[in-house]
């Protein structure tokens, strides 16, 4: 049986929460996981992610999920911002131990998995991400007739998937950039993120969803230059994230214990 609390603060000026989901071995030798949630950085919630809560505890985690500020209210770096916060809370309140550090992992999921790489880069946790975004001037850069749009098909009346992704895609960009400038792109790309500590990462996305996939591939290059150890894992279709993540969960799982117990 996994015991669930819930809404614990983590951060009081913003009023920012976290649930967390204990397995029933619960001992000093605890694997924490930290798992962020997507939603383009406008939308989604730890509330949404429950029964993966309960899943990964059960496969021996002790999992939080935290929720962080959202646009267009909070725009770039708010939830970057955090996300970091998050993690230094996490590490001096009493839910870990001294020495847990090592024994921290992560799974993101869409723009989740792009904090957790800004996570990871800081940290050096363990982490896969799935459909993590990471390449954000070069497309808009180059996609400047692109009409943002949250709802393509119906406001735009878009009928290919591919333009209704791109227009999608521009829009929750856009809206967490809070404007239309390649300063604030670049920023937000994962590149441009500290990644000194970075350390095992398995990224996870499908051969023609919403994440680009040149961006991805671009991404992975710069690691690969850069001497970081990283998998790649280009899955067939469409799917995005959450909608494979029950196909990929074991896999990840796998991932993430191998490099505990190294």
């Known amino acids: 049986m996994v015991v669930i609390k819930k809404d614990i603060i983590y951060d009081e000026t913003n009023n920012l929460k976290t649930d967390i989901y204990f397995p029933n071995n619960t001992n000093s030798q605890t694997k924490i996981l930290i798992f962020w949630h997507g939603g383009g950085w406008f939308a989604g919630s ?156 398995k990224m996870i996305n499908s051969a023609h969803e919403l994440v680009p996939l040149n961006g991805i591939l671009k991404f992975v290059d710069f690691l690969a230059n850069h001497d970081h150890e990283i998998e790649l894992l280009i899955i067939k279709g469409k799917r995005h994230a959450m909608d494979y993540a029950k196909d990929y969960l074991d896999e990840s799982l796998d991932f993430l214990f191998q490099t505990i117990k190294e």
């Not at 939830?79 to 590490?91: G, P, Y």
């Not at 070069?138 to 791109?166: C, Q």
């Open 46 to 201: 730890k509330n949404d992610v429950k029964d993966l809560g309960i899943k990964l505890a059960n496969a021996g985690f002790m999992t939080l999920i935290p929720d962080y500020r959202l646009a267009p209210d909070f725009t770039f770096p708010a939830a970057h911002q955090d996300s970091k916060k998050f993690v230094k809370w996490l590490l001096e309140s009493n839910y870990t131990d001294e020495d847990d550090q090592q024994n921290i992992v992560q799974i993101g999921a869409s723009v989740g998995g792009t904090l957790a790489i800004y996570v990871a880069g800081l940290y050096g946790f363990p982490t896969v991400t799935w459909s993590a975004s990471v390449d954000f001037s070069n497309w808009m850069k180059n996609h400047p007739n692109v009409i943002p749009s949250r709802y393509g098909a119906n406001e735009l009346k878009l009928t290919n998937l591919h333009d209704i992704f791109e227009s999608f895609y521009k829009f929750f960009v856009l809206t967490y950039a809070g404007k239309d400038n390649q300063t604030i792109y670049k920023q937000m790309d994962a590149e441009n993120y500290d990644l000194s500590n970075l350390g095992r990462l």
